[in-house]
């Protein structure tokens, strides 16, 4: 019996496993082999057949990780030599998680491949804090940027989005959270509202809010670490925690 290959990238969402769509299970369930991330709940897992091949390729921010390299080339290999292969991404395949890439390289030995789309943490963390990154009369759009290139460096679509009214979130950024706030200072958005989300939908979570004056001290009072998204904009406000922020200042 000849092997048909194919590679599934899914997106397993924010954190939270319930979070994962209904079809990103059924693709697990059916999975020869699956590679999963650093970021993906281990309890998504559970769901694959006892002889499925379980891979962990890292890929956590800030911490060592299987090259993006080596995983195209294993996503070929076990495809070609066992079969269905999924590809479990935090958030979503096409977010910041390189599926493009992927998809891109393994087409060129005419693998089939199919997209399982994930909730991004960018529109799901906020989500569950109640945030709305859209609302009438405070922002009329959102932007979702790296805070990292494969360079190192800030993106300049930054210093764009900090001249706009738009809510930005910023995803692997936290590392920069300082040069990130240099910006907006330089524009006189002492006031603005921010807020620091760190594994979010899990029960470990860590919300943090402030204005970009005081957010670099908050985080090192509330012990802020990665992996962690920053919102910024107006529509922070509306978190139902943020008038506990305004009062601490105004006590100050």
């Known amino acids: 019996m000849s092997i048909k290959a194919k590679v599934t990238l899914v997106g397993a969402g924010p954190g939270d496993p319930e979070l994962i769509s209904l079809k990103g299970i059924k693709a697990i369930q059916k999975a020869d082999v699956i590679l999963y991330d650093a970021l993906v709940n281990d309890e ?3 769901y694959a057949q006892t002889a499925c091949i379980k891979i962990y390729v890292g890929k956590r921010a800030e911490q060592l990780s299987t090259s993006q390299d ?4 294993l996503l070929v290999d076990y495809a070609l030599n066992y079969g269905h292969v999924v590809r479990l991404k935090g958030g979503d395949p096409f977010v910041f998680g390189r599926g493009g890439e992927e998809i891109d390289y393994i087409q060129q030995f005419g693998i089939e491949t ?3 789309p994930g909730i991004s943490s960018a529109i799901g963390l906020t989500g569950l804090q ?3 990154l859209t609302y009438r009369g405070i922002s009329d759009s959102f932007w979702v940027i790296t805070g990292s290139k494969s360079d190192g460096s800030l993106s300049s679509d930054l210093y764009l989005a ?3 009214k738009a809510t930005v979130v910023i995803l692997m950024g936290y590392g920069k959270l300082a040069e990130i706030v240099a910006i907006y200072r330089e524009r006189n958005l002492h006031s603005l509202p921010i807020a620091l989300i760190q594994n979010g939908s899990l029960p470990n979570e860590k919300v943090v809010l402030g204005t970009i004056d005081n957010i670099l001290d908050e985080s090192v009072e509330k012990r802020v670490g990665v992996p962690a998204i920053i919102v910024i904009g107006d529509v922070v406000a509306k978190h139902r925690s943020f008038h506990e922020i ?6 100050l």
Do not use: G, M
């Open 70 to 73: 080596e995983i195209n080339r």
């Open 162 to 164: 900090a001249e706009s």
């Open 130 to 132: 109640q945030l709305p």
């Open 44 to 46: 998504l897992l559970d």
């Open 246 to 251: 305004k009062e601490k200042a105004l006590a």
């Open 114 to 116: 199919a997209v399982v």
